[in-house]
């Protein structure tokens, strides 16, 4: 399993970072939209059907006007920052909803469909977010930037969570997640934060602009995969699909991004960076 799981990672890393580095932005596009078609499957999966052709029919719909959108939310920078506001505020509600969650496995129709329509909203504004940042002057390095700050989170988190963590942070969601581990990942991304700012000069922001972005961020990312942990939860399944072996599916890859995503940006367009 360990195997697996370092196999698909390494060749998921080298996909990514390959076409957000040296791709054009019509590339990035078209990855993104790749993830999101089946991410959209997914979400479909947990809360509404798993029928095969039902979900790949919504996803189809929601990719291709996502798809119809990008030139449109590109050029006009104030409705980017509404909708990166927008998704960054949804999260924020999510994070204080979450500690009052617990197990039904009896969602009625309307909160599934309310869940799937929310979930679509943030992958609408996760993808755009992820494809205006790479647009910007500083290009495939903000973008992976930004993504990194999720990846040591997670690093951080896991490594300090087994060795120190005893303190549950969400028993009712994820019982493995410690508040050591959110401890370990906050302190590994302020050296990460750290390393970067001085390396690429903080991508023109100052250190204060610059740490505050990344910090809270990386913070809210931690909102994301206990959100889908949610769905997969009242789903009664381990993980969103098994389209990736050893990580499961697309949503459990990309969950945590889902949160951090619409925050860097927001940050980055108020911030004035150039």
């Known amino acids: 399993m360990l195997k697996q799981r370092i196999i698909t990672g390494a060749i998921l890393a080298i996909l990514f970072i390959g076409v957000i580095h040296y791709g054009s932005n019509l590339w990035v596009s078209i990855l993104f939209a790749v993830v999101l078609f089946t991410a959209a499957r997914e979400l479909v999966a947990l809360t509404l059907t798993t029928e095969l052709v039902a979900s790949s029919l919504v996803a189809a719909i929601f990719t291709l006007v996502f798809w119809w959108s990008?030139?449109?939310?590109?050029?006009n920078l104030e409705w980017q920052l509404w909708q990166v506001l927008a998704g960054a505020g949804a999260w924020c509600l999510i994070t204080l909803a979450l500690p009052f969650y617990r197990h039904s496995g009896?969602?009625?129709l309307l909160l599934r469909v309310l869940a799937l329509g929310v979930g679509l909203d943030l992958l609408w504004i996760c993808g755009h977010a992820l494809v205006f940042l790479h647009a910007e002057a500083a290009g495939g390095?903000?973008?992976l930037y930004a993504m990194t700050l999720v990846w040591v989170a997670d690093i951080?988190?896991?490594f300090s969570g087994r060795r120190y963590g005893k303190r549950k942070l969400?028993?009712?969601?994820s019982p493995g997640k410690t508040r050591e581990g959110v401890l370990?990942?906050?302190l590994?991304?302020?050296?990460?934060?750290?390393v970067v700012y001085f390396w690429r000069d903080g991508f023109g922001l100052g250190l204060a602009a610059f740490a505050a972005i990344s910090l809270l961020?990386?913070?809210l990312s931690i909102s994301g995969d206990l959100a889908i942990s949610v769905l997969k939860r009242e789903a009664g399944v381990k993980d969103s699909g098994k389209l990736l072996p050893g990580h499961g599916g697309v949503l459990d890859r990309i969950d945590s991004i889902l949160a951090a995503a619409p925050l860097f940006a927001a940050g980055w367009l108020l911030a004035g960076a150039p």
């Open 106 to 108: 009896r969602w009625p």
């Open 217 to 219: 961020s990386a913070v």
């Open 184 to 186: 370990g990942a906050v």
């Open 70 to 75: 990008l030139p449109v939310v590109k050029v």
């Open 141 to 143: 390095w903000l973008l």
């Open 170 to 173: 969400a028993p009712a969601i």
């Open 188 to 194: 590994l991304n302020l050296l990460w934060i750290g």
């Open 156 to 158: 951080g988190a896991y």
